[in-house]
């Protein structure tokens, strides 16, 4: 709850991960702090390189995010 009211305010950290192979955009959160988010990256990133992803790049964005959450 607190997560979905900090995301509504724009005060919400996701993740923007950007992979080549599939060529998709995923945004994994919303967490209330940065450190959570950081906590929490290794097995998302780890998940999606066992699917097979290639080329897997992330940055930290504090921001209001709605779907879609996979692009």
């Known amino acids: 709850m607190i997560r979905n ?3 509504k305010l724009g005060l919400a950290w996701w993740a923007k991960i950007e992979t080549d192979q599939p060529s998709i955009t995923y945004w994994f ?4 702090t940065k450190r959570s988010l ?4 290794s097995s998302f990133i780890k998940e999606l390189s ?5 080329n897997i790049k992330h940055s930290l964005v504090r921001c209001k995010k709605e779907e879609p959450l996979t692009v």
Request: charged share 30%; no cysteine.
């Open 5 to 7: 009211f900090g995301n």
């Open 50 to 54: 066992d699917e097979g992803s290639k």
């Open 29 to 32: 959160g919303p967490f209330i």
């Open 38 to 41: 950081k906590e929490n990256m």
